[in-house]
């Protein structure tokens, strides 16, 4: 399959807010700079430290799982480094900009820009179509024109093997194909970084290997780097690097070659 | 903004039910209001022109103090012919004045020298008089409906007495008054019809010719009691009522001042027309909280079942800004959809109430009062803008909260 080609002009990437990278980093430059994070909430009046003092550097065309039990402070890590969330304490850059600065308006802006997700459950605009929630961070988030939006979904829908069901609402596609769709929706926006939270968990799997090898292939062909939060031994297998998380701390590190 | 709306009509028709029946809500509202404001309208302008062109015209001059009498139609407040020949100037000079009737008015023992009566007797110029009141000759129920009913020795009797004294159409009968002076003097007059009150059988008042009131009342010059005035336009009553106040009321010369009064002030009707208003104000007042808590319903739905939704599009990068206006835009559409099928079934309520020719008899009245609806664009536009803007104003807290949301929030919620 012809993958992307759309994805790799460069010039048509959103300008980034607060002095963002800017365009796909090179491979070893680095995406993610995590220094000695914390976060703790309250919950029912008791403190939980969902972090505690977590420093990782991300390179860029990445493909990495943060692995560990439920509670270690996966999802919280991934929630950060995808601006959905402030540190308690600690730095973070993400893309060259300093993301704990920004406001709520611009950590929108900016994850409209550098960031795409992919959720467990698959988390598609019900009332769209595949093409639409393709299309939906183009038109609704980065305002661009008709002509360019159509080409680039078309493009990604048929990387992601969608074209053909690209008039279908989600109600009307199995949990792959959602899943699919997502991914696209992920990277129409030609993102440096895709964040993705248990993103095989509601899949069978064969699907999930399919899946799995789609992100992989994107990160070979667009260079977007992959951070995932996984208790999938599919991902973990298919990840070239893996953290394991416990009790809020990194407290192990693989380098893999899949 | 296409975009926007695109959205913002998928979401509305994905609980097609519920926003089916909140825009019927609206429109049920709209239709009642746009209904009721054109039927009362219709009703107040009927009984409105009734009561002018039947007697009342749409302005009335009188001598200072009459009106406050004028239960017992006192003849020593009377204008006097100094004072006439001003307002016959007067008149002249307000192009707005399409016809004056000059009138006496008192109270008269009514014989057929059988049995006798009280009367009370409206004096006028035939053609001044079918001219201000032009509904006068549809309460003729018997005999001449012309101004010749009302030429010299002719009297027009009440129905009332009529039927009560068994008084036919050319019968004689004698009309006997006191005149200021307080000697009596009486005439005899040919019965040329039976006339009935403007709202139906009933009342005293009977019509005879000016000079033969004179004549009754042994006046040496011309006097009157009152002149009623009809204007070529009916809402020019206040504008020209106030040019005339302004010229006629100033008094002086060691004679009483004249007063000049709209049909409103000397009729009770206008309290009900006023309350006809009022009613109508407080059905705009139930349409805006129908819009008001039905919108808000349906919003508060809305943000409350699409919060992982609205959790997914923070996320992914939507401004807060552009959050808020999807969510705007939904509960402006459902006030515009509503507003717009309330216009057109209350306009077609309205088209088929004119068809239909719905007709009000007030007792055994002679006079058939057809009502004739209409409702003009400046309410439709009223009762429709007020609708977009409650909707407005109902979506606000709604978005706005949906606007806040913190994604990572909205996405943990189940």
Sequence with gaps: MKLLGVLRTKGQRPAPPQGAGGGAKAQGATVVRATDLTKTYAADGVEVRALRGVSVDVEAGSFIAFIGPSGSGKTTLLNLLGCLDKPSSGGLEVSGTDVTRLDRRQAAAFRGAQIGFVFQSFNLIPVLTALENVEYPLVMVQDRPASERRTRVLELLEAVGMADQRDKRPEQLSGGQKQRVAIARALVTRPELVLADEPTANLDRETAYTIIALMKKMRDEVGTTFLFATHDTRIIGAAELVYTLEDGQLTGRQERRG | MVNVVKIAVRNLLRYTRRSLLTVSLIAFGVVFVLVFVAMAGSFKEAIVGSITDNYLGHLQIHRRGYVASIESLPLNLNIEPAKLAEIQQALREVPEVAGASERIKFNAMFSTFVETTGLRVTAVYPDQEFAVCPKLPTRVAQGDRTPAALARGKILVPELLARGMGIKVGATVVVVATNKDGSVNGKTLLVSGIIESATGPGGRDGYIHFEDAMEILRMP??????????????????????????????????????????????????????????????????????????????????????????????????????????????????????????????????????????????????????????????????????????????????????????????????
């Design chain 2, 221 to 414: 010059g011309k006097e009157i009691t009152e002149v009623a005035i009809r204007l070529r336009d009916f809402g020019q009553i206040e504008r020209v009522g106030r040019a005339l106040r302004e010229r006629l009321e100033g008094g002086g010369g060691g004679q009483a001042a004249l007063e000049v009064h709209t049909w409103a002030q000397l009729s009770p009707f206008s309290t009900v027309a006023r309350l006809i208003d009022m009613m109508a104000l407080f059905m705009k007042v139930m349409l805006i909280a129908i819009v008001l808590i039905s919108v808000l319903n349906v919003m508060i739905m809305a943000v409350y079942e699409r919060v992982r939704e609205i959790g997914t599009i923070a996320a992914i990068g939507t401004l807060p800004s552009r959050i808020l206006s999807l969510f705007l835009v939904e509960g402006v559409l459902l006030g515009v959809a509503g507003a717009a099928a309330g216009v057109l079934a209350g306009a077609a309520i309205i088209l088929a109430l004119n068809v239909w020719k719905v007709s009000v008899r007030f007792g055994g009245s002679l006079q058939l009062f057809v009502l004739s609806p209409r409702i003009d664009l400046f309410e439709v536009l009223v009762a429709s803008l007020m609708v977009i803007v409650v909707s407005v104003v109902a979506s606000v807290q709604p978005a706005v909260r949906a606007s806040r949301m913190e994604p990572i929030d909205a996405l943990r919620h189940v």
